[in-house]
């Protein structure tokens, strides 16, 4: 069982940034493919980024490709999300989320994902 507790959100201005934190309980953290999710009332969750367990393979959605970056510290079972040029778009509440590493899985979908966080909220201003 993996425990998330998603930190970092908040209210910023657009062009901003923010960082969220993702901490995770567990001695197994590093086994874990992690990512990052979000989701605005009425609309599905939609993937942002995963990274890998060891932090070599990460990916992103187009929306934020080159915005945001997703890395990981497997020494305080943290994963991280940088949040930079922050769009109003971008307004929703953010996932964390775990996955046990399957082959070939990238963890692009939330099907794949075996725990989550409850969320923090980021809200954009224009």
């Known amino acids: 069982q993996v425990q998330l507790v998603e930190s970092g959100g908040g209210l910023v201005q657009a062009g901003g940034s923010l960082r969220l934190s993702c901490a995770a309980s567990?001695?197994?953290?590093?086994?874990?493919?992690m990512g990052w999710f979000r989701q605005t009332p009425g609309k599905e969750r939609e993937f942002v980024a995963s990274?890998?367990?060891?932090?070599?393979?990460?990916y992103y959605a187009d929306s934020v490709k080159g915005r945001f970056t997703i890395s990981r510290d497997n020494a305080k079972n943290t994963v991280y999300l940088q949040m930079n040029s922050l769009k109003p778009e971008d307004t929703a509440n953010y996932y964390c989320?775990?996955?046990?590493?399957?082959?070939?899985?990238?963890?692009?979908?939330?099907?794949?994902?075996?725990?989550w966080g409850q969320g923090t909220q980021v809200t954009v201003s224009s």
């Open positions: 567990g001695r197994t953290f590093s086994s874990y493919g």
């Open positions: 989320a775990a996955r046990r590493p399957r082959l070939g899985v990238r963890g692009l979908a939330e099907v794949e994902y075996d725990y």
């Open positions: 990274i890998s367990t060891t932090g070599l393979n990460t």
